[in-house]
């Protein structure tokens, strides 16, 4: 039974990649079908990110190997997603190919002062993380649905740009490497040697 219970949350992970690779090999190869199952299978994706935490919370058995597991798995459906999104439209990297390469650049920061200063990858699933994640939903959703994006884009970008910065802070502040860390407020008090207060729906 334990290990039926251990195997839930994994699989929901592997099940995140897994629809990456599937949108990915449907972008490359040129794969007609209709856009309700792209856009499907990316809801998918992000509730399987959404319930594996929240499972693996209820069930007893969240651990920093299941959050740094479910972290480095989101870089990579996300990486495979937008990849197969630009693939399919490249008028979207065209017209927004200089802030989406500011992103990826900012993003590869944070885990540079991760692995720099402790010598593993980001697992602090932010809050401010959780709200980007959402935009980046509805804007690649949408870029889906009709091809491109603008407004919906912008505010993407500005999100991303702030809670990105917020991450870096909170990895700067903390003295040891800390999973779900839910705010730079928290990371300070972290610093200070206090304990902090978690949301269980949504963080360790």
Known sequence: MQKFKNSIP???????????????VISVLHIECSVFIPVSLFTIGLLSD????????????SSEYLRRMDSAADQVFWVLVATSVV??????LKDHWIKLVLLIAIESLIYAV??????????THAISSKIWTLIMFATLVQVMIIGNSNVLF????YTGILTRIEIVVILLL?????ND??????????????????NKLFNG
């Open 114 to 123: 991760s692995y720099a200063k402790f010598g593993k990858e980001v697992a």
């Open 154 to 157: 912008e505010i993407c970008f």
């Open 10 to 24: 994994i699989s929901l992970i592997y099940l995140r990649i897994l629809i990456g690779i599937v949108l990915l």
């Open 50 to 61: 959404v319930f594996d935490g929240i499972i693996a919370r209820r069930l007893g058995i």
């Open 181 to 198: 860390v839910p705010s730079v407020f928290h990371a300070v008090r972290l610093r200070q040697g206090r304990v902090i207060s978690r």
């Open 174 to 178: 903390l003295r040891n490497w800390t």
């Open 87 to 92: 693939i399919t439209f490249p008028d979207f």
